[in-house]
């Protein structure tokens, strides 16, 4: 942190305090928000979240970014678990498992053996046994139905089955009973969940970062199965960078584009890295291409966030070449080793025997300096950032206080100067107070009225119906043509049917939430409130698919019955044989079609709740907010009624008073001087 950075971020943490014990003085609680943001700067915290799709090499990358292998990265390992990685003056792994026992495995720095990485790549990775089921999936289940009491996981027979044909991933197409056969092995070798690792952490020195509390975490993949999105997501929108991780040669991503139109919020895609793996398998001129080419695919990322890096190729320098003294022991190197060897060929061809040469373009191709800057950078302007955001707070809260402290001061300056009127002022007090009173209601009131969702009028509610009508619609109006379509076309039309749905009713409930932010600010209302609304993204149901895919199997097993009984027949048969053919895309749509509408309802009824519970909940805080300030205005008019202080002794309290506001004021105007220099 710089030595500007590091004087703001002292100023604000003293404002904090000063706020904090005038508040205590007056019996009052300092809000949440803002106690977690002091705690962050306090702690100088940075959080890093490496994310993209499965296999894009995420691993790799934080263990070469840290210039040791330390998670499990090679073909028959993955991640199975989210690992969060803290700066730390150690090597240490510590690790919570499902049944609740923790180990610490930390380096003996008396013994040559490195026994926190053993120890973090055994649990962190899946067995290679295991590899073709969806392991965390699996877990998920298993740390669901663990009972204390009973030291174990505790389930049906009857709740398995449930679970194993709820549509879990067979990414590696296994037959169905081999598939099943192995959860179930696998659910009852760990069904103590003694092994099943829930928190993982590793505290590592970190070294290229400055901050004190780095933070990196690791995650299985943002379109992993088994409810790791959730986990990944939370810590996406906690970050305070986000670095997301692509194949290079792939420019065009599904999950990636979703990420950026669904996925991410705005705060996050302002501080989104995009970097682009395996760059050695990609000469420097089709590089540059590459990068051009991403940068107009997503144009909303811009093209001075995306990188391109070589993992193994810095893991190989920072583990090997950096320790070489002569270009023969390089020579040695890539001779024992036939994959260094394809990594570093054109490197070592360039340099012509130079050693520092080759070093030089393998850095070049590692590009590893360049993104270690990017995030340097990016951790000094997250500070910025947090204590410009920090500062803002603090003025908003300072001026609460200034109000209120002028709400007092005023009364009795008058009280002091002409006591004869004073009453009259007491009356306009409590006048205006009820007029106040009678305004906040209104607000909430007409606001609750608005969105009550027994109102057949609301018009909100009438904008959702029209989103399910049109969906439902487009089911019932839906027939396929039987001469060409296929049950893969039926899966394509369901899949595409429900991607449109859930879009629209996602840009209603954008257009919906900036409506109501609007709405509130126009009223000048600072309550601490999320008005954002969820569209939940509920999968179909398990019998969904299963149930109209029975009914086609069923058709083609009449199918081949009749084609065997028809063998060798006339050209009629043949044709009675293709009708039967072309009758199975329209009963697949028929049997699963009825499963549609009751899900779209679901999700109407979803958005409506949350929108609802989003509604009540601002207007209780509201209400809560408003009723309590004035109550304390109104007790303090009347305790000045009942003052019996001489003139002198009003006077006094009356100065008393306005130095406290000046220290406010001075304290308004230092939060806007360092938000304005941040």
């Not at 090679?74 to 678990?81: I, K, P």
């Not at 240490?92 to 499902?98: K, P, Q």
């Not at 920090?390 to 209120?404: C, I, P, T």
């Not at 028929?590 to 949350?610: A, D, F, G």
Request: hydrophobic share 35%; glycine share 4%.
């Amino acid at each position: 942190m710089n030595k500007q950075l590091a004087t703001h971020r002292k100023v604000l943490l003293d404002l904090y305090t000063s706020l904090h014990q005038t508040l205590d003085k007056g019996a009052k609680s300092i809000d949440a928000g803002l106690r977690a943001a002091q705690r962050n700067i306090a702690a100088e915290k940075f959080l890093l979240a490496i994310v993209g799709e499965v296999k894009a090499g995420k691993s790799t990358f934080i263990n070469a970014l840290l210039g040791e292998a330390i998670l499990p990265y090679d073909a028959l390992q993955a991640t199975s678990e989210i690992v969060e990685i803290d700066k730390s003056d150690k090597k240490e792994v510590r690790v919570t498992f499902a049944n609740g026992t923790k180990q610490v495995v930390e380096d003996d720095p008396q013994t040559p053996e490195n026994e926190a990485v053993p120890f973090l790549k055994k649990i962190a990775a899946v067995k290679e046994e295991y590899r073709d089921i969806p392991i965390v999936q699996v877990n998920r289940f298993l740390m669901d139905h663990y009972n204390k009491e009973n030291g174990r996981a505790v389930f049906s027979e009857e709740k398995l089955e449930v679970f194993i044909n709820s549509g879990l991933e067979n990414v590696h197409n296994m037959e169905k009973e081999k598939f099943e056969r192995k959860i179930c092995e696998y659910v009852q070798n760990n069904i103590s969940c003694a092994e099943i690792p829930k928190e993982v952490t590793l505290g590592y020195p970190i070294e290229f970062l400055q901050s004190k509390h780095f933070k990196i975490v690791d995650t299985p993949g943002i379109n992993a199965i088994g409810g790791i999105e959730d986990q990944t997501k939370d810590f996406i929108d906690r970050a305070d960078g986000v670095i997301y991780l692509h194949k290079a040669g792939q420019q065009e991503s599904n999950a990636l584009r979703n990420a950026l139109e669904n996925e991410l919020p705005e705060r996050v895609q302002e501080r989104l890295i995009l970097v682009l793996t395996h760059g050695s398998q990609i000469d420097e001129q089709e590089r540059e291409r590459i990068l051009q080419a991403t940068g107009r695919y997503y144009p909303e990322i811009g093209a001075d966030n995306i990188f391109f890096v070589d993992s193994l190729t810095e893991l190989y320098l920072r583990e090997s070449f950096y320790k070489t003294k002569t270009i023969d022991e390089i020579r040695a190197i890539r001779k024992e080793n036939s994959q260094i060897r394809r990594l570093t060929a054109d490197c070592f061809e360039m340099a012509d025997g130079d050693k520092n040469e080759f070093l030089d373009r393998l850095e070049a191709q590692a590009n590893f300096d360049g993104i270690r800057k990017r995030i340097e950078s990016d951790a000094q302007n997250s500070a910025s950032i947090q204590m410009k955001d920090f500062a803002n707070a603090l003025k908003k809260e300072y001026e609460v206080l200034d109000n209120n402290i002028s709400a007092r001061i005023e009364p009795l300056r008058k009280k002091y100067q002409n006591p004869q009127s004073f009453a009259l002022e007491i009356q306009k007090h409590k006048d205006e107070t009820e007029r106040m009173r009678r305004d906040y209601n209104e607000f909430t009131y007409e606001l609750r009225e608005e969105f009550n969702p027994q109102d057949r009028n609301n018009r909100y509610y009438r904008e959702i119906d029209q989103i399910v009508k049109g969906y439902i619609a487009k089911v019932n109006g839906k027939k396929f043509d039987l001469g060409s379509d296929t049950p893969n076309t039926v899966a394509s039309y369901v899949e595409k049917l429900q991607e449109d749905y859930y879009d629209a009713m996602k840009a209603f409930v954008k257009s919906l939430e900036k409506d109501l932010e609007k709405r509130i600010v126009d009223k000048a209302v600072d309550v601490q409130s999320d008005y954002s609304i969820t569209v939940p993204k509920i999968p179909l149901d398990s019998n969904f698919w299963k149930r109209g895919l029975a009914a086609a199997e069923k058709k083609v097993k009449e199918l081949v019955a009749k084609e065997s009984e028809m063998e060798g027949c006339c050209s009629s048969r043949e044709e009675e044989k293709e009708a039967i053919r072309r009758t199975l895309p329209q009963k697949l749509w028929e049997e699963i079609k009825s499963s549609l509408v009751p899900l779209s309802q679901r999700i109407k009824t979803e958005v409506q709740k949350n929108i609802d519970r989003l509604i009540n909940n601002f207007c209780d805080r509201y209400k809560r907010k408003f009723d309590g300030e004035l109550q304390e205005r109104q007790e303090y008019m009347e305790s000045l009624e009942r003052d019996k202080r001489t003139n002198e002794e009003l006077r006094d309290a009356i100065s008393s008073l306005e130095k406290e506001k000046k220290t406010f004021e001075d304290s308004i105007k230092m939060c806007i001087r360092i938000g304005g220099e941040l």
